[in-house]
């Protein structure tokens, strides 16, 4: 779950990460009154969840009240695009408005789960203000790297090769470390996938400062934390994985056009791959899960022909759990329910497969079965092409 730059500090300050004085807004009236009370120059910040805000236009200098509300009012409304909104957008509805700073250095500060080690690492640079990608990309050795088992959690030993690594020395190298141990308990705390704060500033003054910050978490998580689940904002999500998450269903909605139905991860991560072999381009990710009932695999069903780029489902299923039969009494039901006339592949192997088959082949509907994924693959892609 992602959550807006605002409620990430709100979060930070939680565990005394110090970030800019701000606070957000929904009008321009309210954005210059806000510039009012903290004096001087401010800075207004589209609130959506993507990066790149900047360059879109999202995020602009404003040296008075007047000025504040007058620049709040191009932003809010306006519909940003940046390389994470995909070419529509997203409309912004609300602006952070916060104290403008005068920055000595921009430096960059994240922790994220390195799955390959299977530990959390933070990571820091002093190519602050970039996206971190780039860097890593471009110049690796810019970036240092501690891996931190959660069972020790931070140590002096991690904090001095972060600071060190920032060139920091004297006051800073101190503010620093009480900086990373105060970031590296908010992500234990809870349960986050990636805390990010780039720029991490260094002020004119020598203070440390969240100047951005973002914060994701663990879905399998949030049920420990009600008080995370009231920050995420429906709005800023697809209307079809918010109607999914309804009914406990796993999907995410891609660009091509052929639906994918799968039971398992790695299988519908395997699916997606040989679509795209065939020559063909998956609509979305969809795992039903092992124990789904006909009832959630119609809502999947529903759910996924609601994308109006699909041409064509591909439906591959290994019956463990999920037995065949229950998936055919499932998707005879849905096309029955939901007057679906587009090409639907099936491929299934496994427990009752043959009883499945059976069920699909005296059902009366026009489904074309597969032998195997490449077979279930190649006829989903000229389905999808209508061939």
Known sequence: MKIHEYQAKMVLTEFGVPVPRGRVADTAP??????????????????????????????????????????????LGMMLKTHQTGPEGQQVKRVLVEEGMNIRQELYLGIVIDRKVGLPVIMASSAGGMEIEEVARTRPE???????????????????????????????????ADFVTR????????????????????????????????MNFDDNALYRHPEIQTLRDLDEESPLEVEASRFNLNYIKLDGNVGCMVNGAGLAMATMDIIKLAGGEPANFLDVGGGASAEQIENAFRILISDANVRAVFINIFGGILRCDRLAEGVIKAVKTLGVSLPIVIRMEGTNVELGQRMLAESGLNFLTAQGMKDGAEKAVRAARGA
């Open 142 to 176: 810019a970036i240092v790297k501690v891996h931190v088992d959660p069972a020790t959690g931070v140590t002096g030993f991690h904090t001095r090769k972060l600071s060190f690594g920032l060139g920091l020395d004297g006051d800073l190298l101190k503010g620093a």
């Open 183 to 214: 970031l590296w308990r908010a992500f234990g705390t809870k349960d986050c996938s990636l805390a990010e704060i780039n720029p991490l500033v260094i002020t004119a003054d020598g203070r440390l400062l969240a100047l951005d910050a973002k």
């Open 30 to 75: 309210l954005a210059g009154a806000i510039a009012q009370e903290l004096g001087g120059t401010v800075v207004v910040k589209a609130q959506i969840h993507a990066g790149g805000r900047g360059k879109g236009g999202g995020v602009k200098l404003a040296k008075s009240p007047q000025e504040a509300e007058q620049v709040a009012s191009q932003i």
